[in-house]
């Protein structure tokens, strides 16, 4: 599982045809390994009840466990993705990238993604994409793997790997963290922000437990300078190891963990909140907290 920030087009990360590959082989039995989706969605569904509106028209980016077109804060939904056919079932379906929206702009009251913007090449641009697409005070919501996610399988890997190869290859890359998050809703201008996240504590018997779990999820390695050369049973056998002695607990089970972002953002209006003109205040804080205000260069008098 990997993502970056990416700040332009011009360098590719991912395989997007292997990414479209793995997430079409997952949709088979993706029912068995899509806790995190399902409960990201259940996140998602909840915090757009907590929003007091509706939305005529919805596009979801990703058909791994998409919010319900029954929402009831939901007219119209179309879901997007990569898959030829959609992982999981939807009522209106289109099949293409999330680098290249074929949305029409100012045509969606509401665009979501549940867990599916980390591996595009190009995220800035396809932000921007999504808030063009969006009708004025139209509402931006997802979730996205956050800077966290994995960081123990990302240890164990580097290190067994240094130990047995004497290098490293890109076999878990860092996710976004919460600031850069917000720095890029900002830069596709879209207004009233809001970045929080939660991590999401998982337990298993061994790590080849939560690989299989990572490849039913078709989250395995899609990164375009991954070594090709295959990987061999000394390597698993000592990964297995290493993870066990720095991430077990007291019971023997291993810890793996995955930080969720979610994104809040909406299109600009000429009716929302915007912030104060420096120096507009009427009142200065000085008189707020009853004390005596001193200017620049002033001394204190006691």
Not at 40 to 49: E, G, I, T
Not at 72 to 84: E, N, R, V
Not at 85 to 90: F, G, L, Q, Y
């Amino acid at each position: 599982m990997v993502a970056s920030p990416q700040t332009g087009n011009d360098i590719l990360i991912f395989d997007r045809t292997l990414v479209k590959h793995k997430r079409q082989r997952a949709a088979h039995h993706f029912s068995d390994h899509n806790f995190l989706f399902q409960w990201s969605k259940h996140q998602l569904s909840d915090r757009l009840h907590d929003i007091n509106r509706t939305f005529d028209t919805a596009l979801h980016i990703g058909s791994r466990s998409p919010l319900s077109a029954q929402h009831d804060k939901i007219g119209t939904m179309i879901t997007l993705d990569l898959p030829d056919t959609p992982v999981e079932p939807c009522t209106a379906y289109i099949q293409a990238s999330e680098e290249l929206l074929p949305i029409a702009p100012q045509s969606m009251d509401l665009i979501l993604s549940n867990l599916n913007l980390h591996t595009v090449n190009d995220l800035p641009g396809a932000l921007l994409q999504i808030r063009n697409s969006l009708k004025d005070d139209g509402l931006f919501m997802a979730s996205i793997f956050g800077g966290e996610t994995l960081h123990e399988l990302r240890k164990a890997m580097a290190d067994i790997e240094l130990s047995m190869f004497g290098g490293i290859s890109p076999r878990v890359a860092p996710f976004a963290d919460k600031p850069q998050m917000g720095d890029l809703l900002q830069r596709a201008k879209l207004n009233l922000p809001i970045i929080d996240s939660e991590i999401i504590t998982v337990t298993y018997d061994s790590v080849f437990k939560l690989l299989h779990d990572i490849r039913g999820m078709g989250e395995s390695n899609a990164i375009i300078e991954r070594s090709k050369a295959p990987l061999n049973k000394e390597f698993f056998m000592r990964l297995a190891q290493k993870y066990h002695d720095d991430f077990a607990e007291e019971d023997g089970r291993i810890v793996a963990s995955f930080e969720i972002i979610f994104l809040h953002g909406w299109a600009p209006h000429s009716s929302q909140q915007k912030p104060l003109r420096p120096g507009s205040a009427e009142n200065s804080l000085a008189e707020a907290l009853g004390s005596t205000e001193i200017k620049t260069g002033e001394k204190a008098t006691p």
